[in-house]
RNA sequence: AGGCCCGUAGCUCAGUUGGUUAGAGCGCUACGUUGACAUCGUAGAGGUCAGCGGUUCGAGUCCGCUCGGGCCUACCA
């Protein structure tokens, strides 16, 4: 192996003073690149190391990096550089998504400020400028992925129109075709006339409209009219109501519910659609609510789906009176024809009203649905499109969560998975675009379809070459969906990808695509691999702003991740983001929070400085064993215990990917355990004032192993300041280091450091610190003023522990001296830490403050007091509680007791 | 209309199966700088856990209702 050498500065070197996180994230983003460091080797027959998998999201390849991916990717590479630590052969596999109608919207929108249109470039020449404006793209976005230090292995990145992935997408086409699951028919779809293309439901938003409820007067034919267009005048009238009258001129009945009791008498007769005079059957349906308005309703089978349902039923025929542009066509008639459908709606109703036949209208909040990309309300239209009848896949997935073989996380997206997977519906997979997938079929000169996986398929299948593609393209979540199966090599059932990594592991992504994306990709790779996609999908929430606003451009309040990544360094960015990621709640970015998190980073950066700089000699140890072989003393066995429990419980919050906790969980070791306390205590050892037995080496070891610990949330300092770690020459004892921190082990909590009695011990210790410092405070006694501590009462093993610690007293607490026994009458009692500790100090009488402060703490111990007895007098309690908690309640009890005889005395002395 | 989530310190949020004293960060107050870090340290103040009722020996935690906020799905022509 030739490995570059690492570009960092040789160990025990100085470091600068400044923390600078631009100084050096960018070198490493290099330095892992040249490394090649996350390649992952394909292991078909799986003899290496356990397959670990992560497939990103696919981001559009013409967009920008937002804060949404930006958490994403954090935390999913948080989870491959763990996994990577953990010894996996761990994938994090990224790639594009193409993004259909996003991209060709974006490429028109620059067309057309150079005054160009599509049309006019043609579709050939249309998809060639798109795929530029691709490969433009594609670059920003991993060039801002390895901005955040993404992990990813950049040789198997995907885009979904690569060769392999069109023909993961023609393969599954045509198989589902044969299958009968994938069809072509006219029905009714949602069409966004803006976009010109059908869109799927989900694609439909619906928003609170107020629009007006018109009433419309019919008039009725008399019975037994028979001959078409015969008069209905002077008759009676029937009064329907609207929201869209403009669709009126597609209209072919009327409808009632057949229980209605005021419209049963009209069965078999006709009523007279105003304006056109069109001759309108009268249909009974089960659709209609009598209680809503007059009880009936106009039908306009092909602008309407309940409408269009009802047609069906009845067998009318329908009307187009609004077309694919939508504008009113010729069978709107003359006066209409050629007007957009809200121009129509007010001439209409001027017409109506003009007319007579406006009976009333009154203001009238409902939903509307709306074109998610577009924003126009869509028009419900009839229309020829290929369908995918989804609902046998559907019970699959449904199946998939409910017998646990895929985890949401939170579950309480359980429930909402299940309704929509119950309630699915053939979902159009065509669109009326240029960008995208082509569907694989054509049509002969008869007008016979034949899908094939490509044009010589075609032909041979429709013995003819006169064949003519269809023009429209997948919905792009087609393709997206295929993604878990399609990435790793499939339909080549023996791909080393697919063998070595499916199914995968997690998914992480935000929960506003469950249904888009999620549950496509369960679907389509359970149907064609027989197999979960991935085992567990975390869910997160939207990245909010600090007020917990949603982001928008229009709001003003967005963030740019590259910005921040400037201003805070990629790795307070990704603590800030992986911190903030409860399960089932959004994340509110709080720039002060990110701010509290660079000082993090500079914190680490500046122990790891106090540690170098006052180790000199000294080497990291090559394991716990060696270090433990030699004699420590309790603050070395105190560190090394809690950096135990901390590893175990960063790792147990990793394997549920609860990163708040694990993240938490370091920055409360890292700061306040390990700086705050156990540095303090290793500065007299360091400097030979109160030599201990190998205290560098422990500081070393406790630094190496947080940074490991560290690594998967802010790789960059990590790597940047584990590099500078002092070591063995390599050969001199067992292995080698790795070449990074992202290749060395991750600590477990299994290393057999766990000392619970020092534990005990040192939290003693620590009590009584607090108590001197809370007493100097109190009495405004300078650092310099002596005192004494006296510890009067308590487990003998404390106390003789705490007398031992002495030197950390003096050293943190300027406490002079340290005995056990009774102390002077006069000295300040205090019960902490399970002692009796009396502290003599050459001090002035207790001010007025203290009094009322010791005062209040007692009246609050006196409450606590009677609660406790309160409860171990209650029967009940002493019955039904676990003795546990009863002889928790008794020693919390003779605890209180012990601090509030203390407090009395000092409270009586002067 | 149905479903889900949330309401805890001034702010943003933790709080694992109900169990003794409800935590963190930021902010706030006071004090502190002879070399790890002022992007710091020490000591503090601050909460009737939205409200009401219930289950229980015991409720921030479980159940019901009310109020307030958010999300999802479906839809009323």
Redesign the pocket.
Known sequence: MNALPAPAPAAGAGMD????PASYEGKWQAWWDEQDLYHCPADPEGEGPAPYCILIPPPNVTGKLHMGHALQSTLQDLVTRWRRMRGDNALWLPGTDHAGIATQLMVERHLEERGSSRLELGREKFVERVWEWKREYRANIRGQLQRLGASCDWSRERFTLDDGLARAVRTAFVSLHREGLIYRGEHMVNWSPVLRTAVS??EV??REVEGT?YRLAYPLEREGEEEEGGAADGGEELV?????PETMLGDTAV?YHPDDERYRRLAGRFARLPILGRRLRLVADE???????T?L??VTPFH???DYEIGRRHDLPGVRAIGLDGRMTAEAGPDFEGLDRFEARRRVVERLEAEGRLVGSER?V??VGHSQRSGEPVEPMLSPQWFADVSGMAKEALAAVEDGRIELIPS?WN??WE??LA?IRPWVISRQLWWGHRIPAWYDPDGGCHVAMNREQAERLAGTAELTRDPDVLDTWFSSGLWPISTLGWPDEEAADLRTWYPTDVLITGS?II?FWVARMVMLSQHFRGEVPFRTVHLTGLV?D???E?MSKTKGNTLDPLELVEEYGADAIRFTLAV?D?P???I?V?L??MA?Y??F???IW??V??AL?RTEGAIVPASAEELLGGDLAAPERWILSRLEATAAAVDGALEEFRF??AC?SLYRFF??EL??WY??FA?PALSGRAARPRTAETLLFAIDSSLRLLHPAMPHLTEELWQRLPRAEAGESGEPAPRSISLADYPLGDGGLAAPDVERGMDAVVAA??AA??LR??RNLPAAAGMSLFVEDGEAEIVAFVVEQAPLLAAVAGVGKVAAGRGPDEAVRDRSGGLNLAFEVEAPAMSEAEKA?LAKDLRKIEA?IA??RG?LS?P??LE???PH?VE??R??LA?LEERRAAMIETLGNP
């Open positions: 003073k400044r923390f600078d439901d989900l938003e619906s409820l329907v109501a609207t929201t869209r409808a659709h209609v609510d009598p209680e809503f308005g009880g309703v106009k309407d789906p309940n009238h409902h939903s309480s429930k909402t309704h929509w309630n506003d249904f909010r600090a007020d917990g949603k903030l409860v089932g709640r959004n509110p709080d002060e929070r509290g660079r000082a980073g500079n914190k500046n122990a400085r106090f700089a708040d906790r938490n700061w306040h700086c705050d540095i303090e500065k610190v607090q410092r809370s405070r109190e402060r606590e609660g406790a409860r209650n009940g309690f039904k509680a676990p908690v928790g309640n020693a919390r605890e």
